[in-house]
């Protein structure tokens, strides 16, 4: 069974400071790799998508890789923002076949932005 | 750019009454998904379908169930509400299985 974990759950930065999140998955059999944000209180918004082809992917000051031979993700977020500040998680959908729409979610990183 | 609209917001039940969660998306997307979110868990999918008629079961589904008549709703429907049916529930859309889910606000319902 996929299972896929994040750590550190919690982190504070200070304003400015470039960032690392981590997502481990243990089942390397997937097909793409998301990274979302929730804001208390609301739901997901998708930051990116990596399909299992992949390396990484950008958007603005988000920079997220795969690795699937080892089973990780990590989510860069360079020149943090107090805006930054969120739970974020990832979630891995396997390849093809039974329970492929079934998206394995990771419990998250709360990222606390200091300004 | 409603997106997803998941109503009501909040909701208390008392155990043994049943209710109904709505979501509507104005996306034209064929898929979408019901997740409960439980406290320092992660999300779990409990119903999803991939076209209107068409819904399948996810890790979660007992003690619920799932129409979908239209493309554009799917709800999500308690029949006989349990305690541990106390979470937030989130509604999800996507346009392909392989493109991003889009999330509406959720729904907080707690059973007591």
């Known amino acids: 069974k996929q299972e896929v974990t994040q750590i550190p759950a919690a982190l504070s930065v200070p304003e400015g400071e470039n960032l690392v999140l981590n997502c481990s998955f243990t089942d390397s059999a997937i097909y793409n790799l998301q990274w979302f944000r929730q804001d208390p209180g609301k739901g997901l918004t998708s930051l990116l998508l990596i399909q299992s082809s992949q390396r990484e992917q950008t958007s603005g000051r988000l920079n997220a890789s795969l690795d699937k031979s080892s089973g990780r993700s990590t989510l860069y977020i360079a020149a943090s923002q107090p805006g930054d500040s969120a739970t974020y998680l990832c979630?891995?959908?396997?390849?093809?076949?039974?329970?492929?729409?079934?998206?394995?979610f990771g419990k998250g990183t709360k990222l606390s932005v200091i300004p | 750019n409603a997106g997803v609209t998941q109503t009501p917001k909040f909701r208390i039940l008392k155990i043994g009454q049943s209710m109904t969660l709505q979501c509507a998306q104005d996306?034209?997307?064929?898929?979408m998904y019901w997740y409960r979110q439980d406290p320092g868990m992660g999300l779990k999918l409990i119903y999803y379908s991939v076209g209107a008629g068409i819904t399948d079961k996810g890790e979660v589904p007992n003690g619920y169930n799932v129409s979908r008549s239209t493309t554009e709703d799917f709800p999500l429907r308690l029949e006989l509400a349990a305690p541990s049916q106390t979470s937030v529930y989130f509604c999800a859309s996507s346009g392909q299985s392989n493109q991003p889910q889009h999330f509406g606000d959720g729904t907080r319902l707690s059973i007591l």
């Open positions: 996306m034209n997307h064929n898929y």
């Open positions: 979630a891995v959908r396997p390849t093809a076949g039974a329970g492929s729409y079934q998206l394995t």
